[in-house]
């Protein structure tokens, strides 16, 4: 779940629970007007009861939020699923330098960190730490059983130990507070304790960054995953499998998205009317002279799209004309948006395309990818898609060969890819009695998480008679 995604569920959930305590602090507010303010009773107790009703209120509002998150509406595809390896998020953020995964799991623990503060200002007896961390993991197991149960979610360990260290977390808050509060003043020791583990947290991830720094190259995607048990799995190849170790160049992505704007507007006769920063790209609205707007879509990835507003592509040239051939070579020639010589090819849509295949064996720079462009009738454009990159040579690695793929195979040190939608995760889990037949090994390549263009193995056969392939890092 990303930071987009956390914010959306918590506009949408967030309507109903303060709908929920809006009703129940418009009660209390009735009760203490019209009932308890009546009553003869010692004024503090009087507002010391309020302060117990409006804490309720609050909390019952916070667990209608977490049941809305955790079990309302969450589907059943997920029936007796169940990860049980530990700090597994934690890992796979680590392999996959995701931010979005370690969100997940920072959004585990903020979610319990209420519960902890809340529980022993509701009742005495949740002062006691015991007591506290009892609920915190009876709450966040009975919410991962019932998941598991229904099909709402999967059963993860991880979960539990991000809750409870959320709760722990809302609990050394909660006695910081009363320190200040009783004390009158903010005690180093006290301060210390009871944020011992947010700090400790805190170093951790600032110590992984610095370690991730100093790696020469970024991580790859695919070495996230857990090894597969491969007792009573058939293996077999009819390859001949080289054991002659080689090398294989890496690149660099360079990105340049500088002066993309301007360049359309300049050459296209564009000019803007607004622009925004969304979740990974930015989007500019631009209108040309005759009033026509387009959508300029810039992503961080280096590519970038140029649409036009309110229009289809079956408006556009269908078949194949010589004029508008030459027109839109004119265009990219104008534009000099095309780094080196390519061939144009009509596609059946009746877009142009220019096409820059991958060199793997190069060990000097080179550049890769396509550019689309879309006509209208009368020649002006109403799509440009760019999608080059230039690939800068770094230097060779050492690189495994086949054969020490086919080993690392053998002892289940490969992803399993769900590479069809209509394939279930519980499908590829491998088991005692599977037969994996193993047709070829071929190097291909993958961008990293700091964009250096790394050799992978394409590993390809068959999976229980099934089309099957898997991924493996080449270099060493």
Not at 260 to 286: D, F, P, T, W
Not at 288 to 294: C, E, I
Not at 358 to 367: A, G, I
């Amino acid at each position: 779940m990303g930071i987009a995604e956390i914010i959306n569920n918590i506009r949408y959930f967030g309507a109903p629970v303060l709908i929920v305590i809006g009703i129940e602090f418009l009660l209390i507010a009735l009760y203490y007007f019209f009932y308890y303010r009546k009553q003869q009773s010692d004024r503090k107790k009087q507002m010391h009861h309020l302060k117990k009703l409006l804490l309720w209120a609050i909390f019952i509002g916070y667990t209608v939020f977490v049941f809305e998150l955790t079990i309302i509406g969450r589907g059943t595809s997920h029936h007796l699923q169940m990860n049980l390896h530990p700090f597994s998020g934690y890992i796979e953020a680590w392999k996959k330098y995701s931010l979005r995964d370690l969100q997940n799991c920072i959004f585990n623990i903020l979610m319990f960190v209420p519960l902890g503060m809340m529980l022993p200002l509701i009742n005495s007896k949740f002062k006691g730490f015991k007591w506290i961390l009892l609920v915190v993991v009876s709450a966040t197991v009975s919410i991962e059983t019932y998941q598991t149960l229904t099909g709402a979610g999967i059963f993860e360990v991880d979960d539990i130990i991000n809750n409870s260290i959320g709760g722990i977390i809302g609990y050394q808050l909660y006695r910081l507070v009363s320190s200040i509060t009783h004390n009158k003043k903010v005690k180093i020791k006290s301060l210390v304790g009871n944020l011992a583990i947010p700090l400790m947290m805190g170093l951790i991830f600032v110590g992984m960054n610095i370690v991730y720094a100093q790696e020469e190259f970024g991580h790859l995607a695919i070495n996230s995953y857990t090894k597969s048990n491969m007792s009573g799995v058939h293996l077999s190849t009819s390859l001949e499998l080289s054991s002659t170790t080689t090398v294989a160049p890496v690149y660099k992505k360079i990105i340049n998205n500088d002066g993309v704007e301007a360049l359309l507007q300049q050459k296209l006769g564009l000019s803007e009317l607004s622009a925004q920063v969304l979740n990974g790209y930015r989007e500019i609205l631009l209108e040309d002279k005759a009033g026509v707007q387009y959508t300029l879509s810039i992503f961080s990835e280096g590519n970038w799209s140029l649409t036009a507003n309110n229009y289809t592509s079956e408006q556009s040239v269908s078949a194949r004309q010589e004029p508008m051939f030459e027109k839109a070579q004119a265009i990219v020639e104008k534009l000099s948006i095309l780094p080196q010589e390519a061939e144009c090819t009509e596609m059946e849509s009746g877009e142009f395309e220019w096409n820059l295949p991958d060199n793997l064996d190069l060990k000097s720079d080179y550049w890769r990818g396509d550019i689309s462009l879309g006509l209208k009738e009368d020649g002006s454009v109403y799509s440009l898609s760019y999608n080059l990159n230039k690939n800068e040579f770094i230097r060779e690695v050492n690189i495994l060969s086949p054969a020490e793929v086919y080993e690392r195979i053998e002892k289940g040190k490969f992803p399993q890819i769900q590479y069809n939608a209509l394939v279930k995760e519980e499908d590829l889990v491998i088991k005692k009695g599977d037969q994996i037949a193993i047709e070829s090994i071929e190097l291909s390549y993958m961008y990293d998480t700091k964009g250096f263009y790394q050799p992978i193995y394409r590993v390809s056969g068959t999976f229980n008679g099934d089309s099957w392939f898997t991924l493996i890092q080449a270099r060493r």
